[in-house]
């Protein structure tokens, strides 16, 4: 069963252009985590954010929260060639925090 | 170095030809997983482990099965392939005995095809 979905699915900027991306999911959660996939690559954790956050900030990464729209998204300013990649939401379920259910991810293409 | 290891990378295989992926991780993690990653459907969970001789299936089991004897392993086993288990096939792992609060470290995946 799909608990996350990312929106838009596909995304291509120009460098030094911002990029956001979402996610939308199902049911209450505890947690929400962004994950960054390199073409064919293992993933790599970026952030993780609690219920009870609103925003979170990791150098040029921001992510907010919003459990009332049961929705999060994902900037990346200033976004830089090296960016490219495709991005995941992962969640866990408010009465069990063992899973971590993936959505289909967002695939980011910068352009030099 | 912190690192989660899968072998083989790429492996091509006939059906019915029992095959195991090994995960093994050097952090002294308690949680360990295995998801597939198929295009369109993001990454699914196959198996999870909470700790030594603890395993629970995730949301696409059927068809591996798993064993957790130490805590640095994970093989995950296919005992009688079929095609559509082709996919890329991803171990991870995490502290504590959680997959949803903590940061999953990944290996590099191992590329499936069952012929």
């Known amino acids: 069963s799909q608990q996350g979905e990312e929106d838009p699915q596909a995304l291509s900027i120009q460098e030094g252009e911002n990029a956001t991306m979402n996610c939308s999911y199902k049911?209450?959660?505890?947690?929400l985590q962004w994950y960054r996939q390199n073409s064919g690559r293992g993933l790599v954790h970026l952030i993780l954010?609690?219920?009870?956050?609103r925003e979170k900030h990791s150098g040029r990464l921001r992510v907010t929260l919003d459990t009332s729209k049961k929705s999060s998204s994902l900037l990346i300013t200033a976004s830089r060639a090296a960016d490219t990649a495709s991005y995941f939401c992962?969640?866990?379920?408010?009465?069990?925090?063992?899973?971590?259910?993936f959505g289909t991810g967002t695939r980011l293409q910068v352009f030099p | 170095e912190a690192q989660v290891t899968q072998n083989p990378r790429y492996l091509i295989t006939v059906t019915g030809k029992k095959l195991t992926v090994t995960c093994s991780q050097n952090?002294?993690?308690?949680?360990m997983s295995w998801y597939r990653q198929d295009p369109g459907l993001g990454l699914r969970q196959i198996y999870y482990?909470?700790?030594?001789?603890?395993?629970d299936k995730g949301d696409v089991p059927e068809g591996y099965k798993v064993s957790r004897k130490e805590k640095r392993n994970f093989p995950l086993i296919l005992e009688s392939p079929s095609p559509n288990q082709t996919s890329l096939y991803f171990c991870?792992?995490?502290?504590?005995?959680?997959?949803?609060?903590?940061?999953?470290?990944f290996g590099d995946g191992t590329r499936l095809s069952i012929l």
């Open positions: 991870a792992s995490s502290f504590f005995n959680s997959g949803g609060n903590q940061p999953q470290h």
């Open positions: 992962a969640t866990d379920y408010f009465y069990n925090t063992d899973k971590l259910i």
């Open positions: 954010i609690r219920s009870n956050e």
């Open positions: 952090m002294n993690h308690e949680y």
């Open positions: 049911t209450s959660i505890n947690n």
């Open positions: 482990s909470m700790n030594v001789e603890v395993t």
